[in-house]
C-alpha cells in the first residue's frame, strides 16, 4: 500500500458548508476556515508536516463526525508551548498531547517556533499513537478504563461516546492563529 493525498482534486474549505480554494499541501489557516477531508477513516497512518508561528495554536482532528455539534474529536495539538497560554495550562493541551486528554512525553522533540515539525497519526484497531518528529510521545488504548479516567478529566467527559472508535474526518483546525500544513499523506491500515 501507499500513502495517499485525500483532500479534496480541487480542494475545498469546508466550514458550515461554505466553501473557499485552497492548496491543500501547504495551508495557511489563518482565518482560511478548518480543512475537512471528503472521506471518513477509522483504522489509518497519517503522516503530516506542521509549522506554527509565535503564540499560534491549531491541531489535526481525526474521528470527526456530523453527529457532534461542533467538530468535537480526537485532536492531535499543534502549538507554540512556549507562548501560547493553553501550554501553561498543563501538558496535556501542549504540542503532540491528545488536546486536553493526555499528555505527551516530557522530552519529545519539538522543533523551535518557525521550523517545520514532522508528525503522525496511527490508529490501528483500538490502539493509537502520536508521533512527533520520529518519536512516539502518546499512545493510548481506545474505551480502555485510563482513557475513561482521563476523558473524565477533561473539558469532554459530557460528550457522548467520546474516546470510542468511529468512523470519522480529518481535520486540520483553523483556530485563528497563523500556521501551515504540508505533506499531508494517509494510508489506510488493516
Known sequence: MEYKVHLPSR??????????????????SHGTGDIVTLDTFSDF??????????G??????????????????????VLD???HPD?????????GAFYDVLAP???KPLRPVGEW????????????EHWLNGRKVVEYELG??????????????????????????ILLQDHGDEVAFRNIKIMPTP
Open 117 to 128: 515539525n514532522q508528525s503522525r497519526v496511527l490508529v490501528k484497531g483500538n490502539h493509537v
Open 56 to 77: 499560534g495554536n491549531s491541531g489535526l482532528k481525526y474521528f470527526v463526525t456530523e453527529e457532534r455539534e461542533g467538530p468535537i474529536a480526537h485532536e492531535y495539538q
Open 144 to 169: 480502555s478504563p485510563e482513557l475513561r479516567a482521563a476523558i473524565a478529566k477533561s473539558k469532554f467527559k459530557d460528550v457522548a461516546g467520546f474516546g470510542t472508535k468511529i468512523p470519522g474526518h
Open 11 to 28: 480542494p475545498t474549505v469546508a466550514l458550515s458548508k461554505v466553501s473557499r480554494h485552497v492548496d491543500p499541501l501547504t495551508c495557511d
Open 105 to 107: 512525553v516530557a522530552d
Open 87 to 95: 501550554a501553561k495550562v498543563g501538558p496535556h493541551r501542549q504540542a
Open 81 to 83: 508551548d512556549a507562548r
Open 45 to 54: 497512518d497519517l503522516r503530516f508536516d506542521w509549522r506554527i508561528a509565535p
